[in-house]
C-alpha cells in the first residue's frame, strides 16, 4: 500500500501558494538586533495607537472560561445601531478575512472577481475553496474597468469583490461606478476596511439592493487586529444563511467584548482615526517633495508611492535597515510602488529623516 499520506490532499492544492503576510516585529526586532519599541512598523496599516482603557478594561474582565456567544446577540445590536441597520441584517466573524471565506463558501460562485491591485485574500480565500478567480486591470489612476467586471460577469462571474478605499492604492468607488456594479447579476462584496477612514459608506444602498453585501473591520480604526473581529451588513436573508454556516464560536469572547467596548467609547475610539487622517495628509504633502517619489492620493490609512529614479526596493531595505518598515510588493501591477501606513507623528518624523538621509547618499551623490 503506498503510504505517501500527500496522495490524499486536494489535487488543486499542489501548487498553492500561501499568502503572503508581513513580518511580526518580533522577528524584525531579532533581525536586526533593534529593540522592539524602536521598530517603526508602517506595513500592515494598522493603527498605532494602543487601545483605550475601557477596551483593556473590558477585556481582562471577559469571562474566559465560557464559550463565547455563537448567535453574537449583543454584539450584533451594537454593531447594527452603529451603522444604522437591522441586527438581523449584521453577521460578525474573526476579522472580515472570516467574512469573506464565509461568503465564498455560502455562495460557491462558479467564479469570482476582483480589480487589481488590490486586496490578496479575495484570490487567496477563493482559491482555497476551489474556486475561479479572475483578476481585471484598473487604469492609471486605479480606477475600476466596469466594462472587464461585466465582462467577467458574462463568462459566469457571480461574486465581485472589491475594496473601497482599495489596499493598496487608497482610492474610493465612486457612486457612478457603485451604481452600475449594484445592476449585474452577481453579489457585490463592497470591503470597507477603512470606511472610517474615508467617512464614506455603501450599507445605505444595501435597502435598495440586496445582491449588495458589505464589510467591515475594527482592525483599523479600533485598532484592534490582534483580537481579529470584523462583520457584514447584508440583506437578512443572506446574513441568516451565513450565521447558519459559519463557525458557531467564530468570534472569541475577548474579540465580542472588546468589539463592544470600541462602539461604546467609539467618540474616544475615534480620536486616533482624526489623528490617522492628519498624518496621512502630512505623509501625501511631505512625501510629494522628495523630487523620485510621486505619491497617491489615498481616502485611507496610508498612501501609496511609485519610486521614480531609483529601485523601490532600494529604499525599502535603506528604511529596513534602520528599523522602519513598510510595505513593498513584488509583482507586476505594483512594480516600482510601496506602500506606506499613516503612523505616529514621530513615526512619520523618524520616516521622513530617513528618506531625507537616503536622498543625501544616494540621489544627490
Ligand atoms: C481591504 C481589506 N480588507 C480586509 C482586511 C483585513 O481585515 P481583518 O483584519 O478584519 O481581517 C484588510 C487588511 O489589510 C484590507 O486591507
Redesign the pocket.
Given at each position: 500500500m503506498d503510504k505517501d499520506p500527500i496522495r490524499f490532499i486536494r489535487s488543486d492544492f499542489s501548487d498553492l501558494i500561501p499568502y503572503a503576510g508581513v513580518e511580526s516585529p518580533e522577528q524584525v526586532s531579532e533581525i536586526l538586533k533593534i529593540p522592539i519599541g524602536s521598530v517603526v512598523k508602517l506595513d500592515?496599516?494598522e493603527n498605532p495607537y494602543p487601545p483605550i482603557d475601557a477596551i483593556l478594561e473590558a477585556v481582562s474582565n471577559a469571562p474566559l472560561n465560557v464559550y463565547p456567544d455563537p448567535n453574537q446577540t449583543f454584539l450584533r445590536e451594537s454593531i447594527a445601531s452603529y451603522v444604522g441597520v437591522d441586527p438581523k441584517q449584521v453577521v460578525a466573524g474573526?476579522?472580515?478575512?472570516?467574512l469573506?471565506d464565509i461568503v465564498i463558501r455560502l455562495l460557491e460562485p462558479k467564479m469570482s472577481v476582483s480589480a487589481v491591485p488590490?486586496?490578496g485574500?479575495y484570490k487567496f480565500l477563493s482559491n482555497n475553496s476551489g474556486i475561479r478567480h479572475i483578476e481585471v486591470g484598473r487604469n492609471e489612476n486605479f480606477e475600476i474597468d466596469i466594462l472587464e467586471i461585466e465582462k467577467a460577469v458574462l463568462k459566469g462571474a457571480n461574486l465581485i469583490l472589491l475594496?473601497s478605499p482599495?489596499?493598496p492604492t487608497g482610492n474610493s468607488l465612486r457612486p457612478d461606478e457603485i451604481e452600475k456594479l449594484v445592476e449585474l447579476d452577481a453579489v457585490i462584496v463592497i470591503?470597507e476596511?477603512?470606511a472610517e477612514f474615508s467617512r464614506e459608506s455603501v450599507i445605505p444602498l444595501i435597502e435598495k439592493h440586496p445582491n449588495l453585501l458589505v464589510?467591515r473591520?475594527?482592525?483599523?480604526w479600533a485598532g484592534l487586529?490582534g483580537i481579529?473581529?470584523?462583520y457584514s451588513v447584508s440583506h437578512t436573508e443572506f446574513a441568516r444563511r451565513m450565521m447558519a454556516i459559519k463557525q458557531p464560536y467564530n468570534v472569541s469572547t475577548v474579540a465580542d467584548v472588546a468589539a463592544r467596548a470600541a462602539l461604546e467609547h467609539r467618540v474616544e475610539v475615534l480620536d486616533s482615526v482624526s489623528l490617522l487622517i492628519s498624518e496621512r495628509e502630512r505623509l501625501i504633502r511631505e512625501l510629494s517633495e522628495f523630487s523620485f517619489f510621486k505619491v497617491f492620493p489615498s481616502d485611507a490609512n496610508f498612501v501609496l508611492v511609485q519610486v521614480l529614479e531609483k529601485k523601490a526596493e532600494d529604499v525599502v531595505k535603506f528604511l529596513r535597515e534602520r528599523g522602519i518598515l513598510v510595505r513593498y510588493y513584488n509583482m507586476p501591477t505594483l512594480s516600482g510602488m510601496i506602500r506606506i501606513s499613516a503612523g505616529r507623528p514621530e513615526q512619520t518624523d523618524a520616516l521622513l529623516k530617513a528618506l531625507r538621509d537616503f536622498e543625501e547618499n544616494y540621489v544627490k551623490a
Open positions: 500592515a496599516n474573526a476579522g472580515s478575512d472570516d469573506i488590490t486586496f485574500m475594496a482599495n489596499n470591503d476596511a477603512y464589510l473591520t475594527f482592525s483599523k487586529a481579529r473581529i470584523g
